[in-house]
């Protein structure tokens, strides 16, 4: 319902161009869907980074776990070195 008065909003201002992105899981980090309007409607952030908008604990710059996922969005899974620290 908001993003379908926010799409509406913006159909009335030719000016409003940005796009904002469902943040799923509320973590800051929003996903792939979108919607276009002049204000961000409720539950989505002006960036598309989070590379599993389902986890609230995986977001570029999170914490990296060795766990078989990629926790900070880096691209590599368990990007950690033998004493568990963060590689990259």
């Known amino acids: 319902m908001f993003a379908l008065l926010a799409l509406l909003a913006c159909a009335s201002t030719p000016d409003c161009q940005d796009l904002w992105y469902l943040d799923f899981d509320d973590d800051g ?3 792939e869907m979108a919607v276009e309007a002049c204000v961000a ?3 989505f952030v002006a960036n598309d980074l989070d590379c599993d908008d ?9 914490d990296e ?5 990629d926790d900070d ?3 590599i899974v368990d990007d950690l070195d033998w ?3 963060q590689t990259t």
């Open 54 to 62: 389902t986890d609230s604990l995986t977001f570029p710059g999170g």
């Open 41 to 43: 409607p409720a539950g």
């Open 65 to 69: 776990v060795d766990n078989g996922l």
């Open 29 to 31: 980090y929003g996903g």
């Open 83 to 85: 004493s568990g620290k």
């Open 73 to 75: 969005c880096s691209g």
